[in-house]
């Protein structure tokens, strides 16, 4: 069961990158950090986007 909480705990974001949304407290545009709430099992995770050629 444990991968598919952090399954669903990132899932938003990722559809957030794939979408091309613009946050402006983010100094690079193609990266995004989340914590997981989990509280026993601290976890950071890191998101980019990866340009198409």
Not at 3 to 32: C, K, N
């Amino acid at each position: 069961m444990r991968g598919w909480f952090e399954t669903q705990e990132v899932a938003p974001r990722i559809y957030i990158m794939r979408y091309g949304a613009h946050f402006p407290w983010l100094e690079d545009q193609s990266v995004m950090t989340h914590a997981c709430p989990d509280y026993k099992n601290p976890v950071v995770f890191e998101l980019g986007r990866v340009k198409s050629s």
